[in-house]
């Protein structure tokens, strides 16, 4: 299983990316993937993923700015960033569990390489 992230870069505040994640060996459909990010000297936090039901969580500072997607005729997931903050600067990665049919909840075991996105003006 490999995940490829990609689509970070520069940005001012108030602008958009869109981060993609392309899946390779593994067709995780839209159950427990999602988006992580890592700023410096900060914990890596969780920012936008899909259940084990399908459903669609946000964390609290991400909420009605950034919005999770997925195209699995292309198996690639996507996280479109509006509205950027200087905040929002971190390493992002996708992450997926592969074994999310043998759990009662999604508990991550595959991760991209992670892709910079920095807001600043």
């Known amino acids: 299983v490999q995940l490829v992230d990609s689509g970070g870069g520069s940005v001012q505040p108030l602008g958009s990316l869109r981060l993609a994640c392309a899946a390779f060996g593994y067709t995780p459909g839209s159950v427990c993937i999602g988006w992580f990010r890592q700023a410096p000297g900060k914990q890596r936090e969780g920012v936008a993923r899909f259940e084990r039901d399908g459903s669609t969580t946000y964390a609290a500072p991400v909420k009605g700015r950034f919005t999770i997607s997925r195209d699995n005729a292309k198996n690639t997931l996507y996280l479109q960033m509006d509205s950027l903050k200087p905040e929002d600067t971190a390493l992002y990665y996708c992450?997926?569990?592969?074994?999310?049919?043998?759990?009662?909840?999604?508990?991550?075991?595959?991760w991209g390489q992670g892709t910079q996105v920095t807001v600043s003006s």
């Open positions: 992450a997926a569990d592969s074994l999310w049919r043998f759990r009662s909840s999604c508990s991550f075991n595959h």
